[in-house]
């Protein structure tokens, strides 16, 4: 319930609050419940939804659907990174890398047929110089 105190806190004025009475407030505090729980069911559903895409839908995809993949994936993240207003080599650090040769073992094989997709639209040598010193501290 500490929660849901703040979220009165955070969510509505002093005058506002004032002015509530007991049920008005256990009624915010129990749609705070709620939407948090529907939260919850939301986000396992979606873990769910994930798990079973690297398991059954990933894993079966051939080499060069895989470099499509990642190519499109990356491609993707680094527009919106670019929109946004960031340098694209933020979103290559140490932890992401880690994370993808977890999931793609083959990884770095697939780089220069990554970068061939993305043509023109990126520095992909500035990214690979990235990516390969990351390799160079994790594989040490």
Do not use: C
């Amino acid at each position: 319930m500490k929660k849901y105190r703040q979220e009165l806190l955070d969510n509505f004025t002093i005058e506002e609050l004032e002015s509530f009475n007991d049920e008005q407030i256990e009624k915010v505090s129990i749609n705070g419940l709620k939407a948090e729980l529907r939260m919850r069911e939301s986000s396992k559903k979606e873990d769910e939804l994930i798990k079973k895409f690297w398991s059954e839908e990933y894993s079966q995809m051939s080499f060069s659907d895989k470099i499509k993949y990642w190519g499109a994936e990356r491609h993707q993240s680094m527009r919106w990174q670019e929109e946004s207003g960031y340098p694209v080599e933020w979103l290559y650090t140490r932890k992401w890398l880690e994370e993808m040769l977890e999931i793609e073992p083959d990884f770095m094989k697939m780089l220069p047929d990554i970068y061939n997709m993305w043509g023109m639209s990126f520095d992909s040598e500035k990214i690979d110089k990235v990516i390969q010193e990351l390799y160079k501290e994790i594989k040490g």
